[in-house]
């Protein structure tokens, strides 16, 4: 089963940028990956997709021209670029493959103060 290592969040303020990075355990480059964040007491929601080849991402609406999904499938290795961050961004962000989840990783915790 695969495994899945979040970095790179912190503690940022309102309108800052910042990178998050995910690092899988085995190669993950035939696969469409994803990332999701999960608020404090609410559901896990979808952030962005991005598929093998890099020829197609999808973001959700209240995510939509700030952030950037990308990949290094020689590194096995997804990254999100965040910016003109809101600290309704604040979360915990997560990666996993796009459809049929595996395991979740401990995540990557992202505070964005106003």
């Known amino acids: 089963q695969v495994e899945f290592l979040e970095s790179g969040g912190g503690l940022v303020q309102a309108g800052d940028s910042l990178r998050i990075s995910c690092k899988a355990s085995r190669p993950f480059h035939n696969y469409v990956m994803a990332w999701f964040r999960q608020a404090q007491g609410k559901a896990r929601e979808f952030v962005a997709y991005i598929d093998a080849l890099e020829r197609d991402t999808i973001y959700s609406d209240s995510v939509k021209g700030r952030f950037t999904i990308s990949r290094d499938n020689g590194k096995d290795t997804l990254y999100l670029q965040m910016d003109n961050l809101k600290p309704e961004d604040t979360a915990v962000y997560f990666c996993?493959?796009?459809?049929?989840?595996?395991?979740w990783g401990q995540g990557t915790q992202v505070t964005v103060s106003s």
């Open positions: 996993n493959f796009a459809i049929n989840q595996e395991k």
